[in-house]
């Protein structure tokens, strides 16, 4: 097989480090785990755990948030359908860029791209305006993420609100 990219080949390994920790780690968050006991410990999906996560509290200006938030994000959209499968990659791809070089504005510019395309493809599923977008663009590419933790942290919220309204539609 020839990889014409680099990021082709970056996303290839990325694929294949997931794949294989997913099967070597025990059940997914979809999943359900038996204890000791016989009981079953109940799980809860990609989206619930994006909410949970934007919600929760976070140390200002890390890194480990940012890129825990993208992968949890890209979690809610792929449980949900929303957007592309290449979105969901692009978003994992971009966390390990903040884990890789969280201070660089050269980190920025991916990340903010991505996040720019999935709040397209959630306020395109929600029917909404460009509200998650408008919160997107309002990172700076050309700043640093730990001096624009305020801001990716609204636009958490903000995915969170959206991931929380399409999950109730998807099961209603």
């Given at each position: 097989m020839f990889i014409r990219s680099w990021r082709t080949a970056f996303t290839v390994s990325l694929l294949?480090?997931?794949?294989?920790?997913?099967?070597?780690?025990?059940?997914?968050s979809g999943?359900?785990?038996?204890?000791?006991?016989?009981?079953?410990?109940?799980?809860?999906?990609?989206?619930?755990?994006?909410?949970?996560?934007?919600?929760s509290d976070f140390a200002d200006?890390?890194?480990?948030?940012?890129?825990?938030?993208?992968?949890?994000?890209?979690?809610?959209?792929?449980?949900?359908?929303?957007?592309?499968?290449?979105?969901?990659?692009?978003?994992?791809?971009?966390?390990?860029h903040v884990l890789l070089s969280p201070t660089s504005a050269a980190t920025t510019a991916p990340v903010r791209s991505g996040l720019v395309s999935a709040a397209r493809a959630l306020d395109v599923a929600q029917e909404t305006g460009p509200s998650l977008e408008?919160?997107?663009?309002?990172?700076?590419?050309?700043?640093?993420?730990?001096?624009?933790?305020?801001?990716?942290?609204?636009?958490?919220?903000?995915?969170?609100q959206a991931v929380q309204s399409l999950s109730g539609r998807a099961s209603a």
């Amino acid at each position: 097989m020839f990889i014409r990219s680099w990021r082709t080949a970056f996303t290839v390994s990325l694929l294949a480090v997931a794949a294989t920790s997913c099967s070597s780690n025990g059940p997914s968050s979809g999943e359900s785990a038996s204890g000791g006991d016989g009981e079953t410990a109940s799980a809860t999906s990609p989206a619930e755990d994006f909410v949970r996560f934007a919600e929760s509290d976070f140390a200002d200006g890390d890194a480990d948030y940012v890129a825990e938030g993208l992968r949890r994000l890209a979690g809610a959209l792929g449980a949900l359908n929303v957007g592309t499968p290449e979105l969901a990659v692009d978003l994992r791809v971009a966390a390990e860029h903040v884990l890789l070089s969280p201070t660089s504005a050269a980190t920025t510019a991916p990340v903010r791209s991505g996040l720019v395309s999935a709040a397209r493809a959630l306020d395109v599923a929600q029917e909404t305006g460009p509200s998650l977008e408008s919160l997107a663009e309002s990172i700076r590419s050309d700043v640093p993420l730990p001096d624009q933790m305020a801001r990716v942290r609204e636009f958490f919220q903000g995915c969170a609100q959206a991931v929380q309204s399409l999950s109730g539609r998807a099961s209603a």
